[in-house]
């Protein structure tokens, strides 16, 4: 069978071996490699089908998100588009991981706009009400710990679900899956792991609503998201309404009592003979109904913690998805050590403004005079290190900038960009030299080689280019990758490339021969995102979403040793300039210094208030680090 993608279509079913659709003569097959089966589910201006990825063989299943703009106008599409583009990036940093569904395409056609995902085969959480009846207190604690860290994820990336509710949480019931992404391997293992699913309401927190106006679903929607203003906390509220939801098997409408304006679902989890409470029928709502002992009500630390989940007011509500992980003791959410005296932050650099402003890159020069920065405002700074001032704002990218690189002499900026570029600046007077493109995704991270000839880049396009800086010519591709690039590094040599992805792996490349796949390092359970050389070439970091940095011996791709002592993501990496100290950012907002010999945390640093997203090392005296708070701190060593 064949679904027609036309909304309106007048008979959009047809024959599995149709071409064309016999009801209006749509092209039945979707960007060359889907095609859609069945409608599952549609809104205002969006649709969701089950399709197959029929350029598999087996065909795989996949879900197709579909949209449309209300504002039909060319230049109002195009500005959804691009935005839906932008958005669609973001997920697409998701990766292989295990509580979202991966996703396989994004595209416009025939002036809709399509995300392809994986299907995820099992029962959402509405379903396993309906067949195992109310959830009991362990259940939402399990469900809580599982699904906090998927939010953590999405809002670490600057992503609003927006439509969080039992419907939109699958439960598992098979592994492996029916899509795997490349060679990154099964990371769904086990059976009845909870996914994620339908981000038709997502935003980012830029505010563009670009998917057709979606405002979420109204029994689990937040006050202020329901009105257009959808913050982090929007979710936590959406989370708490499914919550007792499932606790309680009473839609949420009746658990919120208007008239008083206060929630009332404890009163549905005591004795249905003491409240006068008539408790659900199979036949009315298909819900187990409740034994005649009814249902204990929850502990207080859960009432607490759901209580604060549904304040109407944001501002009573938990601020993040960490204030809600340290209130449950959750290991993710440690809190970090105070900082050494031995090391304070003697300088806070601020300018990169704007709702999406948040610092992805530093760099310092290798005459430590000048740093320079890479931010979501789509713009790169060059500052004094030693008075704070900024020289310079570099401005020419038409997306985030992800990356930046000094050239060994200084004279040259490199700038990788999610415009898919990498741009080469003059350092002395700021003009543009050229532009380097061939890259068909975001360019995440950017390198030059020691002697300054060439560069490499890193995309989520799964390759790493190498360029020639004189001419901007591209040297070669290397493939191998089996989902995206997320950092680059070249050997103190010249003669290495250390390439770190989301398939969980890092590889090794012989740059005298540019060619073959590398030589494959496998150790990190989640995507790899940093990797950095120390700088006699003997040792490979590598930092991972498994919270964890691995040291690598490099002659012979053994690990040396495992560093763990960060709460969470591993972002970025740098060695000190003699190679005994390594410096370390994380999601958990701290900056920590590691020795190198022994592996022995050093110095946590704390001050930045989001997560640190890069780190640079000056001598062993000076460290830069730059967050997604918007600023970049340096640190100096006392005395």
Not at 189 to 200: A, M, P
Request: hydrophobic residues 40%; proline residues 4%.
């Amino acid at each position: 069978m064949s679904y027609c993608l036309n909304p309106d279509c007048p008979k959009p079913q047809n024959s599995e071996f149709d071409k064309v659709c016999q009801g209006c003569g749509s092209d039945l097959l979707l960007g060359e490699r889907f095609r859609a089966i069945e409608l599952i589910g549609k809104g205002g201006f969006s649709r969701t089908y089950l399709g197959v990825v029929e350029s598999e063989s087996p065909p795989m299943f996949c879900a197709i998100q579909q949209f449309w703009p209300q504002d039909s106008t060319p230049a109002a599409f195009q500005k959804a588009a691009e935005g839906f583009r932008q958005k669609a990036l973001r997920l697409e940093e998701l990766g292989d991981r295990p509580n979202f569904p991966a996703v396989m395409a994004h595209f416009e056609e025939d002036g809709r706009l399509y995300l392809v995902l994986e299907y995820i085969e099992g029962s959402n959480l509405e379903r396993v009400l309906e067949e195992e009846g109310r959830f009991s207190e362990a259940q939402i604690w399990q469900l809580l710990e599982e699904l906090l860290p998927v939010l953590k994820v999405l809002h670490d990336r600057e992503i609003i679900h927006g439509d969080i509710k039992p419907v939109n949480i699958i439960r598992c019931a098979c592994s492996p899956p029916l899509f795997k992404g490349g060679q990154g391997g099964d990371l769904r293992e086990k059976e009845g792991q909870l996914v994620l699913v339908d981000f038709g309401a997502a935003q980012l927190v830029s505010g563009a609503d670009l998917w057709g106006g979606a405002t979420g679903s109204a029994e689990y929607v937040a006050p202020e998201q329901a009105k257009g203003k959808a913050v982090f906390a929007s979710d936590l509220y959406s989370l708490g309404v499914t919550c007792v939801y499932l606790l309680t098997g009473i839609s949420p409408f009746q658990l919120f009592d208007a008239a008083n304006d206060c929630w009332v679902w404890r009163d549905y989890l005591r004795n249905s003979r003491s409240t006068g409470i008539k408790p659900v029928s199979d036949r009315s709502t298909g819900i187990k109904p409740v034994s005649s002992t009814g249902i204990k009500p929850v502990s207080e630390r859960l009432g607490e913690i759901l209580d604060k989940l549904l304040e109407n007011a944001v501002n009573r509500r938990f601020q993040s998805v960490g204030e809600v992980m340290r209130a449950m003791n959750l290991p993710f959410a440690s809190r970090a050590r105070t900082p050494s005296s031995s090391w304070h932050c003697v300088r806070t650099l601020t300018g990169h403004s704007g709702l999406s402003a948040g610092v992805n890159s530093v760099a310092i020069s290798a005459q430590g005079n000048l740093l320079a920065t890479g931010s979501d405002d789509k713009t790169a700074r060059l500052w004094d290190t030693d008075t704070g001032e900024c020289l310079r704002i570099i401005a020419g990218h038409a997306n985030f900038v992800k990356s930046v690189a000094f050239s060994p002499d200084g004279s040259v900026l490199a700038t990788g960009s999610d415009d898919r570029t990498v741009k080469l600046w003059d350092v002395a007077g700021g003009g543009l030299l050229r532009t380097l493109t061939g890259h068909s995704h975001a360019v995440k991270s950017v390198a030059f080689s020691p002697d300054g000839q060439f560069l490499a880049s890193g995309s989520w396009d799964k390759t790493v280019r190498l360029w020639e800086v004189g001419g901007g010519e591209e040297i070669c591709t290397l493939r191998g990758h089996g989902l995206q690039v997320a950092a680059v590094a070249i050997s103190p040599c010249g003669q290495m490339l250390a390439s770190a992805s989301f398939d969980r792996t890092v590889r090794l490349w012989d740059l005298r021969q540019r060619g073959g796949a590398g030589t494959v390092l496998q150790g990190h359970l989640w995507p790899v995102l940093a990797a950095a050389f120390s700088p006699d070439g003997k040792i490979l970091a590598t930092g991972s979403e498994d919270n964890t940095i691995k040291l690598w011996e490099v002659k012979t791709g053994q690990v040396r040793s495992t560093l763990s002592g960060h709460s969470w993501s591993v972002a970025a990496l740098a060695f000190s300039a003699g190679g005994e100290m390594l410096v370390s950012g994380s999601w958990d907002k701290t900056v920590k210094l590691w020795r190198v010999s022994t592996g022995e945390e050093v110095e946590t640093l704390v001050g930045h208030t989001d997560s640190v997203c890069a780190v640079a090392a000056v001598g062993g005296q000076r460290v830069a680090s730059g967050s997604r708070d918007k600023t970049v701190k340096l640190w100096q060593r006392a005395g």
